[in-house]
């Protein structure tokens, strides 16, 4: 009997200890009333469980701090442009353990995930990489993946068929970061069952999977299903096939070609083979997706608004002259102002990086936009989703307008109200590289071709699985439960520019 009650005892403390102090010690903080065992868990799984849509719910009913409960974990969600910089910028705190374990089993102690020591040495070294030279190999690079793709367009236009734009637009930087940074090509556009790019699918779904489950999935310490250790399987024997054909390369053909990411790597010191692979699989992800997903948006709300369109194309055209080439030079890309504005809109509206950063608190804080107090071992979310949509800084956010990117507007606005990638010490170190590659690439699409959605606009839904990209649907499951989606149907027409390409 006194064992009984022994173990009863103990429980209810563990329990009151997990679940209820900690909600009643934050009380001060407004936010939806969590249930005892599950928190907010069953409201955030709403809207297709695509979390930053719920937040902008939450926000509005309270304000630009609230706190969500995921089981036992507490979440304090903030999108004020003053509390961003203190926490990201003034004091930039950690990243959080669930970002860190949940992406692990891929990303390993890769730049996005590797500790605030180790960060600043191994960011300063590729960082000095990341210059104008090296955005001009991305340029030369660029010219062979953007002939298959633009040939590719021509034949569907040909066939008078629709296309998934951003299907294609994924194997394109697929290929094209494996050709830039490590001197390799996987040839997914031409070779769509290519192991790679269900790969990285699969990883991205099972991460964050892990990071939404955190509660539980920690408690076991399950980080990797089955699913994802086949997935980073495959990324990892790629990786490693790529450092083995590197290490025994010629030397003449080490002079040959130009330095890339792989060069960089194997020159740090302290960097072991696990952790090169590591770096290898984190840009690999965080490099590809992104961008061909912010494509397909800016494609996306480009085909709702034709005078836009025409705007693209009057510049695009202009800078092109009648030059016979399948792309604009490196220079005059730095030309395209109006196409930069629709680029960056499309980051402000369609944020890829959704959820954003999550960050864990060292010690308490005091937030400068509302003076609440926050205490130490806090994790804090910075959802770009929603700082995006606060209408104090971007009025009417649902209005998809590129004059917000005029100069004189940039210079009206706070600085931390744009937070596509990120800022500070962890800010998107490949920022330059995906804005030049997008600008590059669509300054060629607008050229050459004109897009309609195949689609009602109203049936592209935000479909978010770690990045946030355009979706109408499933269209099939196969036997272990992977699901194919239609991303973004669309029609491509060729202009009248395409006639002397189509005579080479
Ligand atoms: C439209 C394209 C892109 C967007 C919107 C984007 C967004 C972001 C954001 C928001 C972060 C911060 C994540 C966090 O705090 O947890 C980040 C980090 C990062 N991004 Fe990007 N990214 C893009 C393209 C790229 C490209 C092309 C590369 C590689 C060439 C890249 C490599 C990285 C890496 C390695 C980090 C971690 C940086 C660090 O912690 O020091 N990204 N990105």
């Known amino acids: 009997m006194l064992q009984l009650w022994i173990v009863l005892v103990t429980f209810s403390c563990l329990f009151l200890y997990v679940f209820i102090l900690p909600k009643w010690r934050n009380r001060h903080i407004p936010g939806p009333r969590p249930s005892l065992l599950l928190g907010n868990v069953s409201e955030l799984s709403r809207q297709g469980g695509t979390a930053p849509l719920v937040f902008e719910r939450f926000r509005k009913q309270y304000g630009d ?25 003034t004091k930039n705190f950690p990243k959080a353990e669930e970002f860190n374990l949940s992406l692990s089993p891929l ?24 210059n104008e030279d090296f955005l001009r190999q991305l340029h030369r690079h660029m010219r062979v993946e953007l002939m298959i793709l633009l040939s590719k367009l021509q ?40 192991p790679i790019s269900r790969a990285v699918n699969v990883s991205l779904r099972e991460m964050y999977h892990n990071l939404v489950a955190y509660p539980i999935r920690n408690c076991f310490g399950l980080y990797s299903s089955p699913a994802l250790k086949n997935a980073t399987g495959v990324i990892r024997e790629f ?92 220079e005059e890309i730095g030309q395209l102002e109006y196409l930069n504005k629709v680029w960056k809109e499309t980051l402000r509206k369609h944020p890829v990086a959704a959820t954003g950063t999550l960050r864990r608190l060292d010690t308490d804080v005091t937030l400068p936009s509302c003076g609440m107090l926050l205490r130490k071992n806090t994790a804090i979310l910075v959802p770009i989703y929603l700082v995006h949509r606060n209408p104090e800084f971007w ?25 596509a990638f990120s800022n500070g010490p962890r800010n998107c170190i490949g920022q330059f590289f995906a804005t030049h590659e997008a600008l590059t690439t669509l300054s060629s699409l607008y050229h050459f071709f004109t897009f309609r959605l195949a689609c009602r606009a109203e049936d592209v839904k935000p479909y978010h699985a770690m990045t946030m990209k ?6 099939s499951e196969d036997a272990k439960g992977v699901s194919e989606y239609v991303k973004l149907p669309v029609w491509v027409t060729p202009r009248n520019t395409m006639a002397h390409l189509r005579e080479e």
């Open 155 to 194: 034949q569907v236009t040909e066939r008078k068929e629709s296309i998934d734009f951003d299907k294609e637009a994924t194997s394109y930087t697929l290929d094209v970061m494996c050709r830039t940074g490590f001197g390799c090509t996987a040839n997914t556009q031409e070779d769509a069952s290519h």
């Open 65 to 89: 701090v609230f706190q969500i409960w995921s089981f036992y974990r507490q979440i304090v969600v903030i999108s004020h442009p003053d509390d961003i910089k203190y926490i990201i910028v």
């Open 470 to 475: 355009p979706s109408v649907g499933k269209v």
């Open 239 to 330: 990786a490693s096939q790529v450092i083995e054909a590197r290490r025994t390369e010629s030397e003449e053909d080490k002079t040959r070609r130009p330095l890339d990411l792989l060069d960089i790597f194997l020159k740090m010191d302290n960097l072991s083979d696990q952790n090169i692979i590591a770096e290898i699989a984190t840009f690999l992800v965080a490099g590809h997706d992104t961008t061909s997903h912010t494509m397909s948006w800016l494609i996306y709300e480009v085909c709702q608004h034709p005078e836009i369109e025409q705007k693209i194309q009057q510049e695009v055209d202009t800078i092109w002259g009648d030059r016979q080439d399948w792309m604009l030079s490196f």
């Open 395 to 419: 009025p009417d956010p649902e209005t998809f307008e590129p004059e917000r990117f005029t100069r004189e507007n940039t210079m009206k606005r706070h600085p931390f109200a744009f937070q």
């Open 107 to 130: 990303a390993g102690r890769g730049l996005l995930t590797v500790g605030k020591s180790q960060h600043q040495e191994r960011r300063r070294a590729i960082s000095k990489h990341f």
